[in-house]
């Protein structure tokens, strides 16, 4: 899978999506991993360190929206990035649909796959659960 990870562009997001370790296990499963230019710098990862695992730097969102299977991001898509967003494409982030109707037409509207951080359930070893 190809697999984008932009740059954070929400008011006071720093944060990136995916750090180079992920980047690296990533790479190591066979998936394609491209980063936007200075994406992991408000977490303190270099360009550098996302190369050295393998994954790729791409100079725009734009380039990364349009080459990734799968986009990688913390926050959910602001308005700005709604048009980038694509039928089929895999949105992994979190998402507010409850509070955001707007959001969810957009996404409804984009035909893209929305995958939610906290829908996501592994069974977990020995949990009662």
């Not at 750090?19 to 994406?39: D, I």
């Not at 984009?110 to 069974?123: E, F, L, N, W």
Request: glycine residues 8%; charged residues 20%.
């Amino acid at each position: 899978m190809k697999i984008g990870v932009p740059k954070e562009i929400k008011t006071n997001e720093n944060r990136i999506a995916l750090a180079p370790a992920g980047a690296e296990a990533l790479v190591a499963a066979g998936h394609t991993v491209s980063v936007e230019q200075g994406a992991g710098a408000g977490s303190g990862f270099s360009d550098d360190a996302y190369r050295a695992v393998g994954a790729s730097i791409l100079p725009t969102a734009d380039e990364v929206w349009r080459q990734a299977e799968m986009i990688m991001k913390v926050k959910e898509p602001i308005a700005v990035e709604w048009p980038r967003m694509r039928r089929g494409q895999v949105i992994y982030t979190y998402f507010h649909f409850a509070a955001a109707e707007d959001l969810t037409r957009a996404v409804i509207d984009s035909g893209a796959i929305a995958v939610a951080y906290a829908t996501v359930q592994i069974p977990v070893a020995n949990c009662p659960c």
